[in-house]
């Protein structure tokens, strides 16, 4: 039964991999930012560029699941 379904386990598993990526990068940039006193403009064009790539991954995984179905 595990063989089956391995590659979707494995789709899974690297999906939380880069969740968890994502909320790693953002406490350390976060962590960084509180520690230099960057005005506000400069943490939220941090925060925009880290978005911008987590919604590069989202946006890929719904392209993935249009195509396949």
Known sequence: ML?????????????IAIVGLF?????VVYDVLKKNNV????KVVVYF????GAAGFIFK???????DS
């Not at 909320?23 to 406490?27: K, N, P, R, V």
């Open 39 to 42: 005005p506000l403009i400069g």
């Open 23 to 27: 909320l790693l990068m953002a406490y």
């Open 3 to 15: 063989s089956d379904h391995y590659e979707q386990i494995e789709a899974i598993g690297l999906d």
């Open 61 to 67: 995984g719904i392209m993935q699941l249009v195509i």
């Open 49 to 52: 560029v880290l978005f911008l």
